[in-house]
């Protein structure tokens, strides 16, 4: 075992609701480590070259703002990033992200460690004390007095012993995954319009279980040659395993090339066009769910439900990817921002660890709501911002809700106002020979 390292709060995962929860916990003066599996931050944005943060707005009504509104904003005011759909998602190349998200971590001094996976979590009784984690040299005993989920499928979580949930009630299967992969070499001026390609796939049977056409241009200007497509789907996916994540990529990347030949034949502007990408990482929709003391519902969701601990609002529609069929789009429209409560991010059966992100305490079909990346982004915020107050307290469940929230109405995160390259904040627990 190698030397052992101390943080206040431990982050596990580094897509953006991780993210987003170590940035509020360092503004709020907490010492704060992060890992994570692949070698950049940013998640399935970045790593599953998604490329797209969505979720904030639908029919102008507002679901998420605060550290997540204002990060999509300062990448549009640097020309980072486009937003569109009326500020509902921000499309970004990949490595503008990755580039803000390292500027981020190196402002507030915050201990990043890539290529590194979590293999175990050390317990006595209910209260988590170490981390366990895998790295290029070694394992490495990481200490915490609060630790973060946020590894998207609940893997800490999961190792803490605590119980989930996975898949539809009628038999386990999860939703479908999809594996993003970016097309280049397009001739773009004899393109057609989007939804005249939509026609196109739908117009015969197809190799690939989805009946609409999804992608989206990564935006390198206005001259942009390169797609991102979001149209393979694993069915009966298991994506809790190696044998599983390999079986689906085998899937996808066949898939893909069926893709690319209906555009190259079908799709004029298409004809010299390549694949020049796969995502290093598999778009996993869907696992585990730690079952926290409160379940979402999708009748919460639907019927806009508001609740007394909520933390954060979702607007983003039922949108249930079919495990085992066609994927046909949207499910049911959810016509109001509803509450998700804190106790969603409260598993059970620990102390000190919550949930940030796609694996909080919902229903099957909530779930297909809640997992959307704003929304995320908006849970890890109160999550990071609670991690005061739980340390202080020794318990997740004795903060007060309504304190949190309002004293995050009033952060105003330091790394926006700050100029570009500017110095790291000082901390005086900062010791990178440690590191």
């Not at 020309?79 to 500020?87: F, H, I």
């Not at 609002?313 to 039922?318: A, D, E, M, Q, S």
């Amino acid at each position: 075992m190698l030397s052992e390292l101390e943080y206040d709060v431990l982050v596990c995962g580094s897509g953006m609701a991780g993210i987003t929860a170590a940035a509020a916990a360092a503004e709020d003066g907490l010492s704060v480590g992060v890992i994570e599996y692949f070698g950049e931050p940013g998640g399935i944005p970045v790593s599953g070259r998604l490329g797209s943060i969505s979720g904030f707005t639908r029919l102008d009504q507002v679901a998420v703002g605060g550290f997540p509104r204002a990060f999509a904003d300062r990448l549009d005011a640097r020309g980072k990033a486009l937003v569109q759909s009326g500020g509902s998602n921000i499309n970004l190349p990949p490595t503008a992200l990755v580039s803000e998200i390292f500027d981020l971590l190196d402002f507030y001094r915050i201990g990043f460690y890539g290529y590194s996976k979590l293999t175990g979590l050390e317990k006595t009784q209910d209260t988590v004390t170490s981390a366990l984690v895998a790295m290029k040299e070694g394992v490495r005993r990481i200490g915490a007095k609060l630790f973060i989920d946020a590894t998207g499928d609940g893997d800490a979580a999961a190792l803490a012993g605590c119980p989930f949930m996975k898949g539809r009630p009628s038999d386990g299967k999860v939703q479908s995954a999809t594996l993003i992969f970016i097309i280049g070499g397009l001739d773009r001026a004899r393109m057609p319009e989007y939804m005249e390609i939509r026609k196109i796939w739908k117009s015969k049977v197809r190799q690939v279980p989805i009946n609409h056409s999804v992608f989206q241009f990564v935006p390198h200007g206005e001259n942009s040659s390169e797609i991102a497509v979001n149209m393979t789907h694993a069915v009966n996916a298991d994506p809790l395993s190696s044998a599983g994540l390999t079986a689906m990529r085998r899937t996808c990347v066949k898939q893909a090339e069926y893709l690319l030949d209906f555009f190259r034949t079908e799709i004029p502007g298409f004809e010299n066009a390549w694949i020049s990408q796969f995502a290093p990482q598999m778009g996993v929709r869907d696992s585990r769910r730690i079952l926290g003391d409160c379940v979402l519902t999708a009748d919460d969701v639907l019927s806009g439900r508001r609740f007394e601990d909520e933390i954060a609002l979702g607007v983003w529609n039922i949108d249930v990817h079919s495990p085992d069929g066609v994927h046909t789009g949207v499910g049911q429209a959810v016509k109001a921002p509803y509450g998700i409560p804190y106790r969603c991010i409260t598993p059970k059966g620990v102390k000190n660890l919550l949930i940030a992100g796609r694996s909080i305490s919902c229903d099957f079909e909530a779930f297909s709501s809640t997992r959307i990346n704003a929304v995320c982004m908006a849970v890890g915020e109160f999550a990071g911002s609670a991690a005061r107050e739980i340390i202080s307290s020794g318990d997740i469940r004795r903060i007060d809700v309504k304190k949190i929230r309002a004293k995050m109405r009033d952060t105003s995160y330091r790394f926006f106002s700050a100029p570009r390259n500017a110095p790291a904040l000082p901390r005086p627990w900062y010791d990178p020979a440690r590191e």
